[in-house]
Each structure stands twice: as C-alpha cells, then as structure tokens.
C-alpha cells in the first residue's frame, strides 16, 4: 500500500525570508519562472509577466475580498481576547438600522470560551458568546449600540493578517492585503498571488491580447488548516464558498476549445476551476468548494500557474507540487531560498509554465 508522507514536503526557511512589509511597488516583487517540460529555472521580475503570456492565454483571478476579520477586546473580567470572524456580519431582526449579527468566529484568550460570556470590542461593539464548537469555535451574536453593526463591525476590525507577520495590521494594510481585483466581501485572507497586479500591468496584458476571467472563492481558515496525518491522503479540507459565473465559465470553456492556455492566479483559482470540471467542459456553479489536490492529481483545466512560497508541508505546498512535481518544486524553492527571495503572503513569486 503506497504511503503518502507529509514529511516529504517539508524544507528549512530561515526565518528572515518571511516577508513583513510589502514592497513599495506592488509589481516589483521579483518572480521565479519553472519551465516544466525543460526542467529550468530563471530569474525575472513580476514586471516582465507580459513577456511570457500572449493572446494565446487566459488570465483567471480571484476577485475575493478580504473584510477586517479581527476584532480585539476585553472579557468582562478584563481579561484580554481575540476573535477572528470567519464570515462578514450578517444583521438578524427588524428595523432601518440593523444592530446586531451572529456570525461564527475563532477564540483566543487565556481560558476557553463559555456560552453566555460578554466580549466588549470598544465603545460601540460587543459580542455574547451562544454557542461553543467541539473544536472551540464559537457563535457570536454582535450588537452595536446605535450605528449598522456592518458599519461599525468594519471599523471596529483589524485586517486578519497571517500569523507569521508578526506585527499588528496597520492602515497601509487595508488596501496593500486587498488585490486589485477584490470586489466580493467575504475572506479572511488575501488570494496572496493575486496581490502582485497593477492596474498599468493589468493594462499591458490586456493590450497583448490576454484576456482575463474572474472567479470567486472566499479564503477560509481550512486554506491554511495544517496537515496532521502523516498520510497526507487522509486530510479533509474544510469547505469554502466559492461562485463561478456562466460568463466566465463560457469564457474559459472557449478559449480551451480554441487551444488557448488558462493561466490560474493562485491556488484558491486551481480549486474552484478543476472542481468545476467535468466531461470535456467547466460548469458554472455557486456553492462550497472542498476539492483537496495533491500529488498524482490529473489536472484538467490548469496549463499555467501563478503561485506564491507556500509554508512547509502545507496543502498549498502539495497543490503546487501536484502540478510541477515534488523534486522540481522543492529544487526550485531552494535555489529562491539561496538568491534570498521574500516568502510568504507579502513575499515573491513563481510562475510555472
């Protein structure tokens, strides 16, 4: 019986490489090119995207958007807490104002959560825990004290940034954690391959003929939940919405009858495209997406992908190296650890062809 090991896919990042800040210049970031078939690597500048696709590509991006997930406040007995929301606020009852949302969230705080617990977030937001998960997840009932709790949701949070940029999200963090593409409010973390795009960029692609198709999968916690088997098979993704339009899926199911390339920004765009496939052709569908792609996946839609550096042994890890394999993957995140390329969400990153 073939054994899947997670351990295969782990590698040593030194701890410096983890990009913090992003870089002035959104397009500036630089960008590793594998060519599959000849097995090479080489070294470009995300600028110089324009001069590897033609109109013989299609461009399919996530349009998600990241809303301010993170809400910091205080436990009654002034304990201090954190809750990240894994869903924007929905408002519940009547009214021209709606103020109050329960929505599900994570908890972090010295103790566990206890159903009936009273959360203060500020002067005009707070939160009654009702609800306890078995993985300790809780239901938030949110209430304002006068204004649309959306609104005051929106300015109470913070942007969830990542756990490994260790510092607190900033004002610069509200537009540069966003990609240019983002208009569907619902994520909780950026489509981070995405976040390498201008619009001037944008501007030269369209200009040389690529077209471009969007998609939406909101990004969920189950995105970065880690692997614990060992047998990598054996892990389940969490489900996440995700929304493909009958205009874009005729658009992506034209261009692959015409011999064009589709071109995924990302692997939250691999997902939700493959997920779609079925019978020669890509369904329209609005639904949840649990497709979990590893090793020994037959891709069906995919010729071309965006990424960034993915964490060790980390599903994102193993999508990428389902399409390029393992030895030329990891070859090749050695080679950007060696010429010190920036990792992570704000870091570089590769194209593969």
């Known amino acids: 019986m073939m054994m899947y090991s ?28 594998l060519e599959r078939a000849a097995g090479v690597i080489r070294h470009c500048r995300f600028t110089q995207l324009p001069e590897f696709l033609s109109d013989r590509d299609v461009l399919v991006v996530n349009n998600t958007q ?28 009547n009214g021209d104002v709606p103020r109050q949302a329960r929505v599900l969230a994570l908890y972090r705080a010295s103790k566990p959560p206890k159903v009936g617990q009273m959360l203060n977030f500020g002067l005009e937001l707070e939160g009654e825990i009702t609800a306890v998960g078995p993985a300790g997840e809780i239901t938030l009932l949110l209430q304002s004290q006068g204004r649309d709790i959306r609104q005051v949701v929106a300015e109470a949070g913070a942007m969830p940034l990542p756990p490994y940029i260790r510092r607190l999200a900033g004002p610069e963090d509200t537009l ?19 976040l390498h795009f201008t619009p001037a960029l944008l501007h030269r692609l369209e200009a040389g003929g690529v077209e471009v198709v969007s998609l939406t999968l909101h990004v969920g916690p189950g995105t970065f939940q880690p692997v614990r ?13 995700f ?54 996946y037959r891709f069906n839609v995919v010729d071309r992908l965006i990424t960034n550096f993915h964490l060790p042994k980390s599903t994102l890890l193993l999508l990428v190296s389902a399409f390029a394999g393992r030895e030329f993957v990891l070859r090749a995140y050695q080679e950007a650890i060696a010429a010190r390329y920036r990792f992570y969400s704000y870091g570089d990153c590769m194209l593969i062809i």
């Open 176 to 194: 540069r954690y966003q990609t240019i593409f983002a208009h569907r409010l619902g994520a909780i973390a950026a489509p981070t391959a995405g």
């Open 66 to 93: 990241v809303f301010p997930a993170r809400l910091r406040g205080c436990k009654a007995s002034g304990g201090r807490v954190e809750v990240l929301l894994l869903q924007p606020p929905t408002p519940e009852g």
């Open 243 to 296: 929304l493909l339009s009958a205009e874009s899926a005729a658009a992506i199911n034209r261009a692959r009858a015409g011999g064009k390339h589709i071109v995924a920004v990302g692997t939250t765009t691999v997902r939700v495209l493959e997920s779609q496939y079925c019978q020669g052709q890509v369904f329209a569908g609005e639904g949840y997406c649990d497709l979990f792609i590893y090793p020994r």
């Open 6 to 33: 997670i351990n295969d896919y782990d590698y040593h990042l030194p701890p410096q490489l983890i990009a913090q800040e992003p870089l002035p210049q959104r397009d500036q970031a630089r960008m590793l090119v």
């Open 229 to 241: 088997e060992e047998d990598y098979s054996r892990h389940r993704l969490a489900p996440e919405y």
